[in-house]
Each structure stands twice: as C-alpha cells, then as structure tokens.
C-alpha cells in the first residue's frame, strides 16, 4: 500500500525491518520469523541492502518473495553507492514490475568487500539526488500505481556522524524531503528525548512528513558493541548500560533488560503520538513478539489509541 494510504488508515504504524540472508539455511530460517511476524500485521517491512556483488540479489529476492508469498508489503532499500544511473533504473524496473509500493532512498555505505572505491563514480551522491531520480521514473508511469513509488529516507536524532554541523543536516534532510521523500525512518536510538528533539527541530526546519522511530531492542551485549558500531554516533544511556551490566554476562537477563527498555521506549512513542515505530528485528521474532504483547498490541492496523 502507498504510505499516504497507510497513514491515512493507521494513526500508527509498526514495521519491521529485516536483512537479506546470506546462506539458503538463514533464508529458511527467516521464512519462520517472517511467518510469526506477519500475524502482527505490520504495516509494512523494509528489507536492507548492500551494495556488494551477491548482497544486491539477495535483497531483491527476499523483497518479491514477502510480495508474493507473505501478507507483508515490502519496502526495499535502494543506495546511491556503487550505482550507475542504469543500475538504478534496472532496480526500480523490476520493483515496479512487482507493484512494490515504497521504497527507502539511501545514500548508503560502501561495502567492506570493495577497498578504495571513489565515491565520484556514482550517478547520485546523496539520498537526496537518488529521491530526485526515483521521482523522475515515477513520472514515467511503467509502475502500476498512479503516484509510482512512495519513498522513505533516512533520519539521525543524535546526528549523522559524517556532519558534525547539526543545522546543515537538517538542511539536508529537508532538501531529501523537498526533492520528494513520503516519510522519514530515524535511524535507532535509546533515548527517547534524542528523538522528540529531533521531532521539533524538523518541524522548525519545515520538515512535515510522517516521522517513524527506529528501535532496536538489545539482545546480547555482543550484539550492543556490534550496534555501536554499525549506528556509529548512537548514545547508550548509563542507565541502560548499568542494566545491562547487573546481568553480569547471562544472555538472558540481557535480553530481558533490552526488551523491557524497548518496552517503555514504545509505550512512551505511542503516549506522545509518534508517527509511527520501526523494529530493526536482526531477523529475529522473539523480542518483537514480546514488546507488541507488552505494550497491549494485537494487530498493529487494528491500534485504536
Ligand atoms: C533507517 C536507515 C536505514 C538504512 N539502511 C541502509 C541500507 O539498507 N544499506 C546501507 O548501505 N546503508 C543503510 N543505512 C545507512 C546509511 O546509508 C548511511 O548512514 C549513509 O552514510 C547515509 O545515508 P543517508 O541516506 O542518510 O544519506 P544522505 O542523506 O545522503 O546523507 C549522507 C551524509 O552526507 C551529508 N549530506 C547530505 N546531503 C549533502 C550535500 N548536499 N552536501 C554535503 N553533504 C551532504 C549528510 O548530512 C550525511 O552526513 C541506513 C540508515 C538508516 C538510518
């Protein structure tokens, strides 16, 4: 469904977000997480993407086989990185092909696999160049949908950390939401105050469109250092950290901390009217499960208050 529908039926929404699988086991595997998920009824899925060899297939697959075997409707990512302009008209060919209804506009990272890449060789530097382009094929009307795709972009409550200028950003951010963008996914973060900031500083900068938090719910502390590294720049209160340290290293007592932190994070969105929350699942059910039981809900499309 196109996301202006999707806010106009839901007052919120809940998605997930999974990755491509890299082996036939893992892919297996997600086919049963995705099962259990799908009875929440998310409003929608996004599935990353990596701009290296083999990655870039494997998201394309995952995406038609939730459109074509799941209830889900997929959202895939898209990267400027390591794309010609062909490329990138190939990628939106084919999702249209498949009536995919959104997709995520990113400027994305360069995969580890390909060591000095020149950026200058892209046919879009920045997200916002590449919601231009996606605009541009919208026009065209080979996708199914009269509107063509909807597009999502990227947002940092605590800062892109590639900008240190915090105004400049939002001025980025803007232009990515001028050229186009339908709604904004913020990147994950663990304090809620980092995001209703956020929120106030968009709506100061003109910034008007639906804004989705991202939440990720700590399962191990592995996964908490890997995080770190991936969401670089992302703040683990002390609070938190001294939580997940009185475990003293038993997973489950870390996983339980992480679900009950995302817990209160969630009920605190929905207290204060967030657009709408997004789960960075790791292809995982579990926690998910527990955090829409905790909070009381059944059926995200079905969420009165
Ligand atoms: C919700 C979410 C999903 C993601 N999914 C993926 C994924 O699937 N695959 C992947 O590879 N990465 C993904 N990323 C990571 C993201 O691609 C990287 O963080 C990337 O470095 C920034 O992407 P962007 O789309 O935010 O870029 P942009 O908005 O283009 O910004 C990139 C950087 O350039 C700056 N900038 C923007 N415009 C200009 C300009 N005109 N002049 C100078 N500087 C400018 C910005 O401030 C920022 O620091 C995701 C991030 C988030 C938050």
Same mark, same amino acid.
């Given at each position: 469904?196109?996301?202006?529908?999707?806010?106009?039926?839901?007052?919120?929404?809940?998605?997930?977000?999974?990755?491509?699988?890299?082996?036939?086991?893992?892919?297996?595997?997600?086919?049963?997480?995705?099962?259990?998920?799908?009875?929440?009824?998310?409003?929608?899925?996004?599935?990353?993407?990596?701009?290296?060899?083999?990655?870039?297939?494997?998201?394309?697959?995952?995406?038609?086989?939730?459109?074509?075997?799941?209830?889900?409707?997929?959202?895939?990512?898209?990267?400027?990185?390591?794309?010609?302009?062909?490329?990138?008209?190939?990628?939106?060919?084919?999702?249209?092909?498949?009536?995919?209804?959104?997709?995520?506009?990113?400027?994305?990272?360069?995969?580890?696999?390909?060591?000095?890449?020149?950026?200058?060789?892209?046919?879009?530097?920045?997200?916002?160049?590449?919601?231009?382009?996606?605009?541009?094929?919208?026009?065209?009307?080979?996708?199914?949908?009269?509107?063509?795709?909807?597009?999502?972009?990227?947002?940092?409550?605590?800062?892109?950390?590639?900008?240190?200028?915090?105004?400049?950003?939002? %001025?980025?951010?803007?232009? $990515? &939401?001028?050229?186009?963008?339908?709604?904004?996914?913020?990147?994950?973060?663990? #304090? !809620? +105050?980092?995001?209703?900031?956020?929120?106030?500083?968009?709506?100061?900068?003109?910034?008007?469109?639906p804004i989705i938090a991202g939440i990720m719910p700590v399962i191990t502390e592995d996964g908490m250092r890997r995080m770190s590294q991936l969401a670089l720049g992302t703040r683990i209160p002390a609070r938190l950290l001294r939580?997940?340290?009185?475990?003293?290293?038993? %997973?489950?007592?870390?996983? $339980? &901390?992480?679900?009950?932190?995302?817990?209160?994070?969630?009920?605190?969105?929905? #207290? !204060? +009217?967030?657009?709408?929350?997004?789960?960075?699942?790791?292809?995982?059910?579990?926690?998910?499960?527990?955090i829409y039981a905790n909070l009381g809900v059944k059926d995200s499309r079905g969420l009165a208050v």
């Open positions: 469904m196109h996301i202006r529908d999707i806010f106009e039926q839901s007052p919120t929404t809940f998605s997930f977000e999974f990755m491509p699988p890299k082996t036939d086991a893992a892919a297996e595997q997600l086919v049963v997480i995705v099962d259990e998920l799908q009875k929440l009824r998310p409003s929608f899925v996004s599935v990353t993407y990596g701009a290296g060899g083999s990655t870039r297939q494997r998201t394309n697959d995952l995406v038609v086989r939730l459109k074509t075997e799941t209830t889900c409707d997929p959202a895939p990512h898209i990267t400027c990185v390591c794309h010609s302009e062909a490329d990138i008209q190939q990628i939106l060919q084919r999702y249209a092909e498949h009536n995919i209804s959104n997709v995520m506009a990113l400027s994305g990272d360069t995969p580890k696999s390909v060591v000095g890449y020149d950026r200058s060789q892209d046919a879009y530097r920045y997200a916002a160049d590449l919601v231009r382009a996606i605009k541009k094929f919208n026009e065209t009307g080979v996708h199914p949908h009269p509107d063509g795709f909807g597009i999502g972009v990227a947002g940092y409550p605590e800062g892109h950390p590639s900008t240190p200028n915090r105004l400049l950003e939002m %001025d980025y951010l803007k232009a $990515k &939401v001028n050229e186009g963008a339908d709604y904004i996914v913020t990147q994950l973060f663990f #304090d !809620n +105050r980092d995001f209703y900031d956020f929120r106030e500083r968009c709506d100061l900068a003109g910034i008007h469109v939580a997940v340290k009185r475990c003293e290293g038993d %997973d489950e007592y870390v996983r $339980k &901390v992480g679900v009950q932190w995302a817990t209160e994070q969630c009920r605190d969105l929905l #207290d !204060n +009217r967030a657009n709408g929350i997004h789960f960075y699942t790791f292809n995982r059910s579990t926690a998910a499960r527990e």
